[in-house]
């Protein structure tokens, strides 16, 4: 894929990309290998339900994403118009006002945390009767917390990639995966440790650590000219932020919605031993995922130069070979699905069954949402994302209870929460489709 990639892309916005292409897989590669041997880890040391507490309260953590307002993705793309414009003065403007204004709201959520934690059982609210016990209920806690407090320091990511330096942004990942993983193994080895409370509060933990270091490294070196600082804070810019960041707030809210709560209809539903297989399945194709966002990461903000530059051919280009792209990803896609039995049982060694109705509903899903970032992904870096407001809010809308049918009602466990997932996309996929053929035939 990378040799077609350097074939077909030769001009100089491109070749910039390619190199953030090629870095990018080598530190995701690594991260990816990380996470994939704490799976099975994990799996000996936590029972099957644990293992599917865990990994719905990773999941959930998630949902916190939308506490942000949407001032990751509004930092990203006026940075990116910024930086293409040369404007050092906005830039550290813009950075200094998101920086600023995440921390006091981060502030917030934790004093109302601190202050409804006595009086609200998370735990039970989010796990029903698995979180009777102690340990779930604090790690719940811990959980919310630790990933509040990352919600700054993940600014660092939108920072990165408005500068096209989308590389910088996966070796910061593959640390924080190299490093848990790291941990998971002194807990399992050395500490011979059965707990799901201190695997779970080392696996929060540690990226905030990695991301202090990642901002030191990045302020005090150099980009040091984009320090953030108090004088260079603006309310008529914080303005334009959320003006833009609302839109994204309102589409990152209906994405978690649904593809954060798959974990949680299926354990509430059907339990959570039936989480870990529906779990080991998505992280098998999610490989495929992790390539294909090699590729679609640094494009964002070359999307948003090449448009404010004008730069119209090179956008049509880059879409097309997308799509060709994407005729070799559904290749792969395939030939995963025909090794899966296999793989499954060198990786998992028949710790847990994973249907193949699932697997191949899983590598159906992972096609659909793939094909859909590639015109997502121009709109939002053009910030032509109305029309995507409205239909992330239909996919929301639909997919619990289409879910909840397929998987109860009609008998199709785990698969059908997958299946009602894949449904609620396409009308995403068509119309981003039809709005980007508008965009580049009409210039």
Request: hydrophobic residues 55%; positive net charge; contains cysteine.
């Amino acid at each position: 894929m990378l040799f077609l990639l350097k074939k077909s892309f030769g001009d100089k916005r491109s070749l910039l990309q390619l190199k953030n292409i090629y870095a990018s897989f080598i530190f995701r590669i690594i991260g990816l290998g990380c996470s994939l041997i704490i799976i099975p880890l994990l799996l000996t040391q936590l029972k099957n339900e644990e293992y599917g507490i865990f990994v719905t309260i990773i999941s959930i953590t998630s949902w916190l994403t939308f506490l942000d307002l949407g001032l990751g993705n509004g930092l990203k793309n006026k940075l990116s118009e910024a930086l293409a414009e040369q404007d050092s003065v906005k830039a550290r403007t813009l950075i200094s006002t998101a920086y600023i204004a995440m921390s006091a709201l981060v502030a917030l959520i934790l004093v109302a945390f601190v202050l409804i934690f006595p009086f609200i059982p998370f735990a039970k609210l989010i796990l029903g009767a698995h979180a009777s016990n102690a340990s779930v209920d604090g790690l719940v806690k811990w959980a919310l917390c630790l990933f509040c407090l990352r919600m700054t320091g993940d600014l660092i990511n939108a920072v990165l990639l408005a500068g096209q330096r989308a590389a910088h942004a996966a070796a910061l990942q593959m640390f924080i995966q190299l490093i848990t993983l790291a941990a998971f193994i002194y807990l399992k080895y050395v500490l011979e440790s059965k707990q799901l409370l201190q695997y779970g509060i080392a696996y929060f933990v540690i990226p905030l650590f990695v991301l202090v270091a990642a901002h030191l490294h990045l302020f005090k070196g150099s980009s040091s000219s984009l320090t953030p600082s108090l004088k260079y804070f603006s309310k008529h810019i914080l303005s334009d932020l959320f003006l833009i960041g609302f839109q994204f707030l309102i589409i990152q809210i209906a994405v978690l919605i649904v593809f954060a709560t798959d974990n949680l209809i299926i354990g509430r539903i059907l339990g959570y031993q039936h989480v870990t297989s529906y779990n080991i399945a998505f992280r098998y194709f999610s490989v495929l995922t992790f390539g294909w966002m090699i590729i679609l990461t640094p494009l964002w903000t070359a999307f948003s130069e090449a448009y404010i530059k004008q730069d119209f051919l090179w956008l049509k280009k880059t879409i097309h070979r997308l799509e060709k792209l994407w005729l070799l990803f559904v290749l792969c896609a395939v030939l995963m699905f025909i090794c899966s039995k296999w793989i499954y049982k060198l990786w998992l060694n028949e710790a847990v069954y994973i249907p193949n109705i699932l697997s191949l509903a899983m590598m159906a899903f992972i096609l659909v949402n793939a094909l859909t970032n590639v015109y997502v992904f121009f709109l939002n870096g053009i910030s032509k994302i109305k029309w995507q407001v409205y239909l992330s809010v239909f996919a929301a809308a639909v997919n619990i209870p289409l879910s909840i049918l397929l998987a109860k009602n009609l008998g199709l466990g785990n698969t059908g929460v997958i299946v009602g997932s894949t449904l609620s996309i396409l009308p995403s996929l068509f119309y981003s489709r039809h709005l980007t053929y508008q965009l580049i035939k009409s210039v």
